[in-house]
């Protein structure tokens, strides 16, 4: 009996060593929530969403965007990608809508808040009257992989409000894949170390008396490229940035 009952607690033990990877293994799936829009004079995003992208955040993805409540997660959400769909198979396609998050904002028990563009996209053809007209709907949304055709690699802007050369800003924009920029780090050349920027908010990251040659930058990623990986991008900035001025990396998170 008791070397029966060995047997049987190896077996699921074996059975639970094989499985868990798959039960673990959960960002490809649904998760059901609900979903409401905001008002736009013409259908796309708002400059001014928490996440600090501007007119970037108003147009990416072609205007298909979206405010998120806990999926925002202090900013490191910001420019994450989603497919959201609606339930309703009388007015709702099954592609649904893709969106990138740029904003922070929650409603009604409700997940996502859409663009109008983004919300009439999860209706069949000539049925998004009637999904508006709900106000409210039930969705289901998974993290899909952020692709942008004309950006293959990692890039930020040096936000407005940067001062040369006393204060410098940065923000991150086209993260591709499903990665996070969790930290930001730039090289201290006289103290020969690596010093954190703060994250300001959203996707912007500053620092106060930035070193005053070339900046070399690092950033620590998560997610389809690993966890807490950091990536260098040497050379960056010149050492007379510019504000507003988008800088091109050389760093491929495909």
């Known amino acids: 009996m008791e070397g ?26 649904f998760v059901y929530s609900r979903a409401t829009y905001y008002g736009s004079p013409d259908c796309y995003g708002t400059p001014s969403g ?14 298909n965007v979206a405010a998120v409540s806990y999926l925002y997660r202090n900013g490191s959400g910001c420019g994450a990608c989603y497919q959201v769909r609606c339930t309703n198979p009388k007015y709702c396609s099954g592609s649904g809508a893709i969106v990138v998050v740029t904003d922070h904002g929650e409603g009604d028990y409700t997940d996502f808040i859409l663009s109008p563009r983004a919300y009439a996209k999860m209706a069949h053809p000539n049925t998004a009257l009637q999904l508006f007209s709900y106000g409210v709907v039930d969705v289901e949304f998974r993290r899909v992989s952020c692709q942008y055709p004309y950006y293959n690699t990692l890039k930020f802007k040096v936000h407005e409000h940067s001062r040369f050369p006393d204060y410098l800003a940065i923000l991150i924009i086209y993260v591709a894949g499903k990665n996070d920029i969790t930290a930001v780090e730039l090289w201290q050349e ?3 170390e690596w010093k954190g920027m703060r994250r300001s908010h959203g996707a912007v990251w500053d620092m106060a008396n930035p ?44």
Do not use: H
């Open 50 to 63: 928490a996440c600090g992208f501007g007119e970037f955040g108003r147009t990416v993805n072609d205007g």
């Open 211 to 254: 070193p005053k040659d070339n900046i070399k930058l690092r950033f620590q990623v998560s997610g389809s490229m690993g966890y807490g990986n950091w990536i260098v991008a040497n050379n960056a900035l010149p050492s007379y940035w510019k504000p507003g001025v988008a800088y091109d990396t050389d760093i491929n998170l495909y």
């Open 4 to 29: 029966s009952n060995k047997c049987g607690f190896l077996e699921y033990l074996f059975l639970l060593l094989v499985l868990l990877p798959v039960m673990c293994c959960s960002q490809d799936n």
């Open 190 to 192: 006289d103290c020969n």
